[in-house]
């Protein structure tokens, strides 16, 4: 990677408005969908064997569509991200170990929504994509990203559900995800420092 002036692909960047739409549509299509298939789900234990056994068939077709609808917004994404940019940031999905039976706090509900995205497939298939068009694609760990002050480092552990974040040092207020973004590109360049010498930006 000798280009000068290299991209940085990070988890808030906006495609454009026809694309956005586009898979902003296809999102919502995919959860109203797995929203149905919860309720069948639901439903079907409550039902006799027969009424069981077409639920059961209507559940099949709907993971079906699900499937083909996650695929395609993988490949549209996959494809924005490296005609657009030459490195690229991917957190590490913790989502296997998250849905452990073990001491889980969430529901079954939230387990199949949260597997519905396979985002495992999608890093294998952004991975290849990456190597097809000669782009760089590093995984990057998210640990305390959102819990920690990326001007002044501190920690905040009362953070729970809040949009906008204070600093107890400074003072400054600042949105929760775009200050989670920037502290996970200042840690990329911190455990990176391959990628760090390969950038030309300014943060």
């Known amino acids: 990677m000798d280009r000068s002036d290299l991209k940085l692909a990070l988890k808030g960047a906006r495609l454009s408005v026809s694309e956005d739409i586009t898979a902003h549509f296809k999102v919502i299509r995919s959860l109203r969908l797995c929203y149905h298939l919860d309720d069948l789900i639901f439903r079907s234990t409550k039902v006799k064997a027969k009424t069981c056994k077409c639920h059961h068939n209507t559940c099949n077709r709907l993971r079906l569509r699900i499937r083909n609808l996650v695929d395609e917004l993988h490949h549209k994404v996959a494809r924005f991200l490296v005609e657009n940019f030459d490195g690229i940031l991917l957190p590490t999905f913790e989502v296997s170990e998250m ?3 073990s001491g889980r706090k969430i529901q079954s509900k939230s387990v199949r929504q949260m597997l519905t995205w396979s985002q495992y497939q999608f890093k294998i ?3 290849s994509k990456a190597f097809e068009y000669e782009k760089t694609v590093i995984n990057c760990c998210e640990a305390y990203r959102s819990k920690t002050g990326s001007r002044t480092g501190e920690l905040i552990d009362n953070l729970g559900g809040k949009k906008v974040i204070k600093s107890e040092i400074d003072g400054q207020q600042m949105d929760r995800y775009p200050k989670g973004v920037r502290g996970f590109f200042l840690l990329a360049l911190v455990d990176t420092p391959s ?5 030309s930006v300014h943060c």
């Open 99 to 101: 849905v452990l039976r």
């Open 195 to 199: 990628f760090k010498d390969s950038l």
């Open 125 to 127: 298939f952004l991975r």
